[in-house]
């Protein structure tokens, strides 16, 4: 039985160390296609589908800013804001997760690894669940200096918080299928709907613009704020926590 086991753990060290070589050889050739001076659609020929798959993820949080603009733009000339840019907006958020969710599926499936990938999932994430939340608090109503810095505060912590995941991904420890057992803080997607949630309940409940749920504080003073927003410092803080390890599904 003992040797029957040791011959198992040896298979499976040789089968996990196959394809840690195999996964080597792909992004090699990754970055041999993205080193070259010349040569047409290198960059193309580089890109892996859980990689288009990705872009779509940064697509989406795209498209929610631009409806978050055409919202705040139709306000801002006195016109009646129309609800569907808003609505839009906070659909195309969904949709980056559900383009984030698989990516990483495909990649896994296709035992594609790519690192141009993983930068593109960060920046990505960045976008879709940073800039895009941030981008619907300010088109519903949350305008003020101290508003704005604190969103800022949001986005830049989910910044950071991808940039540490890049760093420590592989430091982290991984269960047999090779993923890392848990998060080191909030993940940008959790602190994103979290935020959300309640954005799109009083959008639904018509409770944005002049009328946010407990108002503003410090009001007429150059420090004047909405007490809701501190909503997004609590997620930014969660995302950032170093001590607070979320358990992957």
């Not at 830049?156 to 047999?176: I, S």
């Not at 009083?202 to 407990?214: A, E, L, R």
Request: a positive charge; charged letters at 15%; glycine letters at 8%.
């Amino acid at each position: 039985m003992a040797k029957k086991a040791a011959a198992d753990s040896f298979r499976s060290e040789e089968a996990g160390s196959d394809q840690a070589s195999l996964l080597k050889q792909d992004q090699q050739k990754q970055a041999m296609y993205l080193a070259q001076e010349t040569g047409h659609f290198s960059l193309v020929k580089a890109m892996h589908l859980a990689d288009a798959i990705t872009l779509l993820n940064g697509l989406s949080g795209f498209m929610s800013i631009l409806h978050s603009m055409k919202y705040s733009a139709d306000s801002a000339v006195a016109r009646p804001a129309s609800m569907s840019n808003l609505w839009l907006a906070f659909a195309f958020i969904p949709l980056g997760l559900l383009a984030d969710l698989f990516d990483g599926k495909v990649a896994r499936w296709r035992g594609k690894s790519s690192l141009m990938g993983q930068e593109l999932d960060s920046l990505a994430d960045l976008v879709t669940f940073g800039v895009a939340p941030a981008a619907i608090a300010f088109s519903v109503g949350y305008r003020t200096a101290v508003d704005q810095l604190l969103l800022t505060f949001y986005v830049l912590c989910g910044l950071t918080r991808l940039a540490r995941f890049n760093v420590t991904v592989q430091m982290l420890p991984k269960d047999k299928t090779g993923k890392s057992k848990y998060f080191e803080g909030v993940p940008v997607p959790f602190a994103c709907f979290t935020s959300s949630t309640f954005l799109a309940y009083w959008s639904y409940t018509g409770q944005i613009g002049k009328v946010i749920p407990y108002g503003t504080s410090l009001t007429g003073s150059i420090l004047e704020f909405h007490p809701t927003v501190l909503i997004y410092v609590v997620c930014g803080i969660l995302m950032v926590s170093k001590t607070l390890k979320v358990p992957k599904p």
